[in-house]
């Protein structure tokens, strides 16, 4: 039958089990100290705490708390001469504190049913236990523990040693310890040297030795200690102030040393500028007074640039120069017309904005020599003009806008970045170029296909024309009666300069801006 209660219980569900088992737990009991201290009392008093208070056990707390008062006038040691007057008192005090609370009386009631923990319960042996003290605690761990150590030093040296030997056996291959065979008498001997090395447990590595030698290293080498701890935690508060000290100097040199850099970037820019600028000094006065001063060092020799020409006209020679600059200053190199403006000792906005109109006027010369009836035939010489950089150039381009160089890189550039098939892709190319809408844009791609195209037929035939043309500038120069002689140095450089560079356009634009008074025949 128990069996089946076993079965049936631990066939229950885990949850039912803790549910149980927690039920059970609430109704365990143990002693607590207030008991405890009822038991001592019951114990030092030996008699009914009633009886000693003169009352029933039925009393109630009003009764309880009169008769103290009685008792207390009639034996406190101040009113009673009986020797053990104070005694009486004090037990009479412990009796009424455990009365008058319900609680611990509820308890001794039940003393007074059961009566006290006999021999069988643990209490009876806690309650009759010594009381130690302190130090009385310490010495008795103290022995427990040095006694315990030196039996685990002993275990661990009797471990190492059984395996040593092991390892040893196995390496001076000795099968038999007990076996004294002569041919492993000096193996032996190297495995007791080996074994030899293992330390022993000692009498003073235990643990009352231990603390003596600690004491002795406390008093002994202390102050020293002390003050060797103190001096290493002033040199570390002394290095980090100083590496916090070098930091910030780091900062301020790199701050610094970068002020300088930019210093000397805007230095040399200004004076890059200044030496691409061409030889127009003026002259300085009183040179030979100047510098004795210079050499002296009371003054400073003053250069005076001439100032840059904004609106000026643009001649033949400048248009040359500007063709050499080109050549001298390609595609891709740095601040490009900032130093071909220097040297023209013009505007940036004006050479851009000229090299763009002249280019864009070889364009619409060369579209209209395509269409033209005779492509040979020779116009009438023209007088030379000067034209200001900053006044607008009318051309007569038929359905054609005029279109400059940055709004032609713009919709090249517009043209890769939005490839075929993208979303609204006009509208966001007319977007990106400056000043065109999306009709223009469409229509310059349109001309430009159209263009290349005719390119790609005419290849073939591509080489007999540049020949053809060549002779064709070769017989303008050399037959060409009004011409200068600075004209033939200006087409001859430009030619020269059409064979080594890739920048041929423009160096044609400036040809025909040369050679205009004798033919209308472009280079291709």
Same mark, same amino acid.
């Given at each position: 039958m128990q069996r089946l209660r076993c079965q049936s219980f631990f066939g229950l569900p885990s949850v039912l089990k803790l549910?149980?088992?927690? #039920?059970?737990?609430?109704?365990?009991?143990?002693?607590?100290?207030? *008991?405890?201290?009822?038991?001592?009392?019951?114990? *030092?008093? $030996?008699? $009914?705490?009633?009886?000693?208070?003169?009352?029933?056990?039925?009393?109630?707390?009003? @009764?309880? +708390?009169?008769?103290?008062?009685?008792?207390?006038?009639?034996?406190?040691?101040?009113? $009673?001469?009986?020797?053990?007057?104070?005694?009486?008192f004090r037990e009479m005090v412990a009796v009424y504190e455990v009365l008058k609370d319900e609680n611990r009386r509820a308890?001794? @009631?039940?003393?007074?049913? %059961?009566?006290?923990?006999?021999?069988?319960?643990?209490?009876?042996?806690?309650? &009759?236990?010594?009381?130690?003290?302190?130090?009385?605690?310490?010495?008795?761990?103290?022995?427990?523990?040095?006694?315990?150590?030196?039996?685990?030093?002993?275990?661990s040296y009797l471990d190492k040693k059984h395996t040593m030997e092991e390892f040893l056996c196995k390496k001076y291959k000795i099968k038999d310890r007990r076996k004294q065979r002569p041919e492993d008498l000096e193996n032996r001997t190297l495995m007791e040297e080996e074994l030899s090395k293992i330390p022993r447990p000692r009498w003073w590595n235990i643990l009352p030795v231990q603390l003596v030698q600690l004491v002795i290293l406390i008093v002994t080498q202390g102050p020293s200690l002390a003050r060797s701890?103190?001096?290493a935690l002033k040199?570390?508060?002394?290095?980090?102030? *100083? *590496?916090?000290?070098?930091?910030?100097?780091?900062?301020?040199?790199? &701050?610094? %040393?970068?002020e300088k850099r930019k210093e000397r970037k805007a230095q040399m820019k200004t004076r890059k500028r200044v030496q691409n600028l061409p030889d127009r000094t003026g002259e300085v006065a009183n040179s030979s007074h100047l510098r004795e001063n210079q050499i002296k060092g009371n003054i400073k020799p003053v250069i005076h640039f001439e100032p840059i020409?904004?609106?000026?006209?643009?001649?033949?020679?400048?248009?040359?120069?500007?063709? &050499?600059?080109?050549?001298?200053?390609?595609g891709g190199t740095s601040e490009r017309w900032e130093k071909i403006a220097s040297q023209m000792n013009r505007t940036v906005f004006e050479v851009t904005k000229m090299s763009s109109k002249v280019m864009t006027e070889l364009m619409n010369r060369n579209l209209t020599s395509e269409t033209s009836e005779t492509s040979d035939e020779v116009q009438e010489p023209k007088v030379k003009q000067k034209t200001k950089g900053g006044d607008k150039v009318d051309i007569n381009l038929g359905a054609d806008e005029l279109w400059s160089v940055i709004q032609q890189k713009s919709l090249e550039k517009a043209l890769k970045q939005f490839p075929k098939g993208t979303d609204q892709r006009w509208d966001k190319i007319? &977007?990106?170029?400056?000043?065109?809408?999306?009709?223009?844009?469409?229509?310059?791609?349109?001309?430009?296909?159209?263009?290349?195209?005719?390119?790609?037929? %005419? +290849?073939?035939?591509?080489?007999?024309?540049?020949? #053809?043309?060549?002779?064709?500038?070769? $017989?303008?120069?050399?037959?060409?009666?009004? #011409?200068?002689?600075?004209?033939?140095?200006?087409?001859?450089?430009?030619?020269f300069v059409y064979r080594l560079h890739s920048d041929r356009h423009f160096c044609f634009c400036i040809l025909q801006y040369s050679l205009n008074s004798k033919t209308n025949k472009l280079i291709p």
């Amino acid at each position: 039958m128990q069996r089946l209660r076993c079965q049936s219980f631990f066939g229950l569900p885990s949850v039912l089990k803790l549910f149980i088992l927690l #039920s059970l737990a609430s109704s365990l009991k143990a002693w607590d100290s207030d *008991e405890l201290e009822i038991f001592d009392l019951v114990e *030092e008093i $030996n008699e $009914n705490f009633y009886t000693v208070m003169g009352l029933t056990q039925d009393a109630s707390l009003s @009764d309880i +708390k009169r008769a103290y008062r009685t008792l207390s006038k009639q034996l406190h040691p101040d009113k $009673n001469d009986a020797p053990d007057a104070e005694v009486k008192f004090r037990e009479m005090v412990a009796v009424y504190e455990v009365l008058k609370d319900e609680n611990r009386r509820a308890r001794y @009631d039940r003393v007074l049913v %059961e009566g006290l923990p006999d021999w069988r319960s643990p209490i009876f042996y806690y309650r &009759r236990a010594r009381k130690m003290s302190i130090f009385e605690i310490s010495v008795i761990l103290t022995i427990v523990i040095s006694i315990t150590q030196y039996l685990m030093a002993w275990g661990s040296y009797l471990d190492k040693k059984h395996t040593m030997e092991e390892f040893l056996c196995k390496k001076y291959k000795i099968k038999d310890r007990r076996k004294q065979r002569p041919e492993d008498l000096e193996n032996r001997t190297l495995m007791e040297e080996e074994l030899s090395k293992i330390p022993r447990p000692r009498w003073w590595n235990i643990l009352p030795v231990q603390l003596v030698q600690l004491v002795i290293l406390i008093v002994t080498q202390g102050p020293s200690l002390a003050r060797s701890v103190i001096v290493a935690l002033k040199e570390d508060r002394q290095r980090k102030l *100083e *590496e916090k000290i070098e930091e910030e100097e780091e900062e301020k040199r790199l &701050r610094e %040393e970068e002020e300088k850099r930019k210093e000397r970037k805007a230095q040399m820019k200004t004076r890059k500028r200044v030496q691409n600028l061409p030889d127009r000094t003026g002259e300085v006065a009183n040179s030979s007074h100047l510098r004795e001063n210079q050499i002296k060092g009371n003054i400073k020799p003053v250069i005076h640039f001439e100032p840059i020409i904004t609106g000026g006209p643009w001649t033949d020679d400048d248009f040359c120069e500007l063709a &050499r600059l080109m050549a001298k200053f390609p595609g891709g190199t740095s601040e490009r017309w900032e130093k071909i403006a220097s040297q023209m000792n013009r505007t940036v906005f004006e050479v851009t904005k000229m090299s763009s109109k002249v280019m864009t006027e070889l364009m619409n010369r060369n579209l209209t020599s395509e269409t033209s009836e005779t492509s040979d035939e020779v116009q009438e010489p023209k007088v030379k003009q000067k034209t200001k950089g900053g006044d607008k150039v009318d051309i007569n381009l038929g359905a054609d806008e005029l279109w400059s160089v940055i709004q032609q890189k713009s919709l090249e550039k517009a043209l890769k970045q939005f490839p075929k098939g993208t979303d609204q892709r006009w509208d966001k190319i007319a &977007r990106f170029v400056p000043e065109k809408s999306k009709e223009d844009c469409m229509m310059r791609f349109k001309y430009l296909a159209e263009k290349i195209k005719k390119k790609r037929e %005419e +290849k073939e035939r591509e080489p007999e024309e540049t020949e #053809s043309h060549y002779e064709t500038v070769d $017989n303008d120069v050399d037959g060409g009666e009004e #011409s200068t002689t600075k004209e033939k140095f200006i087409m001859v450089i430009i030619v020269f300069v059409y064979r080594l560079h890739s920048d041929r356009h423009f160096c044609f634009c400036i040809l025909q801006y040369s050679l205009n008074s004798k033919t209308n025949k472009l280079i291709p």
